[in-house]
């Protein structure tokens, strides 16, 4: 049965996430880095391209940065002027969400920083779970801290799944279109999902209710996040604006953001649209490991720095456990 299929697969997605808060804790390197104007990084950092493997080493320091992230004394460069923050998705931490995307963009030249929002705690591994509009709030604040301390006159935003849509609430309604350059979002929530089917199915039996009342006290942004609801209504109203860049990737086999069509932005001058799988066959990424996902990850690169595109790889990639061997450098 579809539901039951469907069930299934948010299991087996949910069994993932605890393995991953709950797995056995791997010390990660964190190379000493000096980040200057105008100057090469000190180290190049190990990129985990397997979203289980480094969700699990992350596991029990959620507070702490991912590699190369928040390095308060980098300065951007000439080639890179505006520093990137990394924005991550509903149930995860700044930690566990960019093991890989963090270390490629600072061996890459750029000044990258992370944050926790919408948890009970800026120590909980849990995060992304609160009201959208106060986790824009604090992304605001966030912002506000990383141009103060970097003396840029803009941020590029990262986000993944939910991290992927809630700037667009800071974008549109607090300020942030004077201070965003771009938006590069990796299988964002923007037109919501229907959670594999199920909660259309639930809407169709008259059952909505007993699904929503019981998320929106544990979980606020989920109700929020699906299609249809008066939050996403709201924010859809004037998808996006001028002066900024937006940049969508995304994968035909996304399991949480459903269907995967839902993460698209209309077509407007400043709006690219991107499916992975159109540009490799081989990749099979879901919407957990698209975070991590090479593929996704080069064309992260190319959106954030045109000027001096990288070859976008062509590899075997799996849901969760990313490329099978290795990756060519890029």
């Given amino acids: 049965m579809p539901a039951l299929s469907a069930y ?7 069994h993932v996430r605890l393995l991953s808060a709950a797995g056995v804790a791997a010390a990660s390197a964190l190379l000493a880095a000096t980040s200057l ?3 090469a990084q000190a180290a190049t950092l190990p990129v985990n391209y397997d979203f289980i493997a480094g969700a699990t080493a992350a596991a029990f ?15 951007p460069s000439t080639a890179h002027p505006y520093p990137v923050i990394l924005v991550h998705g509903t149930f995860a931490n700044m930690n566990d969400n960019w093991q890989a995307a963090a270390p490629l963009l600072y061996n890459h030249g750029y000044c990258v920083f992370a944050f926790n929002y919408g948890g009970s705690s800026a120590s ?10 106060a986790s824009a ?13 970097t003396g840029a006159a803009k941020v590029d935003l990262v986000g993944h799944s939910e991290g992927g849509m809630m700037p667009r609430y800071y974008i549109n309604f607090l300020g942030g279109a004077s201070r965003v350059h771009a938006l590069v ?3 964002p929530s923007n037109y919501g999902t229907t959670l594999d089917g199920i909660t259309t199915l639930a809407g169709y039996l008259g059952a909505a209710s007993l699904i929503n009342g019981g998320l929106s006290s544990a979980c606020a942004a989920c109700v929020e996040q699906e299609r249809g609801s008066a939050f996403l209504a709201g924010l859809n109203a ?7 860049s937006y940049t969508v990737i995304e994968s035909v086999d996304d399991e949480v953001v459903t269907p995967y069509t839902s993460a698209w932005l209309p077509a407007a001058p400043n709006v690219a649209d991107i499916t992975v799988n159109k540009q490799c066959a081989l990749d099979f990424s879901d919407h957990l490991e698209i975070a991590a996902d090479p593929v996704a990850l080069a ?12 070859k976008v790889p062509c590899l075997t990639v799996l849901p969760v456990t990313g490329p099978v061997g290795p990756v060519p450098a890029f």
Avoid at 238 to 244: D, I, N, Q
């Fill in 8 to 14: 299934r697969r948010l299991t087996r997605l949910a």
């Fill in 37 to 39: 104007s105008g100057v």
């Fill in 61 to 75: 320091s959620p507070a702490t940065p991912p590699p190369g992230a928040n390095n308060w004394s980098c300065r």
């Fill in 124 to 133: 909980s591994p849990i995060q992304g779970t609160g009201d959208i509009a």
């Fill in 137 to 149: 709030a604090a992304l605001s604040s966030f912002v506000n801290q990383v141009l103060a301390a």
């Fill in 185 to 187: 979002a990796l299988a």
């Fill in 238 to 244: 004037a998808p996006t604006v001028p002066g900024v």
């Fill in 299 to 310: 064309d992260l690169l190319n959106a954030l720095g045109p000027a001096s595109p990288v």
